[in-house]
């Protein structure tokens, strides 16, 4: 597609209920990327996708969270018996390759989640 | 682990210059990126430097990097109200594999 596509745009969940994010990366795009944004917060890096080798899942919060990507291409983003400090904007971004480039990444607009 | 770092605010007059700082921990990043995000928006590269730079002109857009103090900023020239947004500083880590992030700087531009 012409630019990273996130859905659903916003979730409202209830405590302890799991939640899926999903995140259609550029077409041809081999790095994929989760970053969560809290409120007042920078940008706090979930996982790393490249290719097909093993994901980088080292900011990972907790065991409740996981990620898969498959055929290379869509990724979910999978958080399981949702605690309200999980609220916040869920990014996903895709890049051609890895971030040593001057490509950067192309963000999407996010998932916002609230956990009530 | 990386640290980057950012005011939190800025307020400007339209029409002044803006000039917004990032500090990092990493001397091995290679690429250093500045990102803008709009309200309800993800975010959008503005540009990037290299390591082995200085400085970069793009435009209104000025990018300084100091390599010895580990010190990056971007200098808006002419600020407009369209230039009201929340601006983020990133550096590669990881070898490369991932973005650092800084917490953001809310530039508010007042008329």
């Known amino acids: 597609g012409a630019g990273v596509s996130q859905s659903p745009s916003n979730k409202v969940t209830e405590k302890g209920k799991d939640v899926e994010l999903r995140c259609d990366p550029i077409?041809?795009?081999?790095?994929l990327y989760w970053y969560r944004q809290s409120l007042g917060q920078g940008l706090e890096f979930l996982i790393y996708f490249q290719g097909n080798s093993a994901p980088d899942k080292s900011g990972l919060p907790s065991d409740r969270f996981s990620a898969e990507r498959t055929g290379g291409s869509v990724s979910t983003l999978t958080i399981q018996r949702t605690q309200q400090e999980d609220s916040a904007v869920y990014l996903c971004?895709?890049?051609?390759?890895?971030?040593?480039?001057?490509?950067?990444?192309?963000f999407g607009s996010g998932t916002r989640l609230t956990v009530v | 682990g990386e640290d980057v770092e950012q005011s939190l605010f800025l307020s400007v007059r339209e029409g002044d210059s803006s000039v917004i700082n990032c500090t990092y921990t990493?001397?091995?990043?290679?690429?250093l990126y500045w990102y803008k995000q709009e309200p309800g928006a993800g975010l959008q590269l503005l540009t990037y430097?290299?390591?082995?730079?200085d400085m970069k002109q793009d435009q209104r857009l000025t990018v300084l990097l100091n390599k010895k103090d580990k010190h990056l900023s971007l200098r808006i020239a002419d600020t407009q109200t369209g230039d009201s947004a929340i601006y983020f500083c990133a550096v590669t880590t990881g070898g490369g594999n991932k973005l650092t992030f800084g917490t953001g700087t809310q530039l508010k531009v007042e008329l």
């Open positions: 077409s041809g795009h081999t790095a």
């Open positions: 971004a895709s890049s051609l390759e890895r971030a040593r480039t001057n490509y950067g990444y192309t």
């Open positions: 990493d001397s091995s990043s290679t690429y």
């Open positions: 430097i290299f390591s082995n730079m």
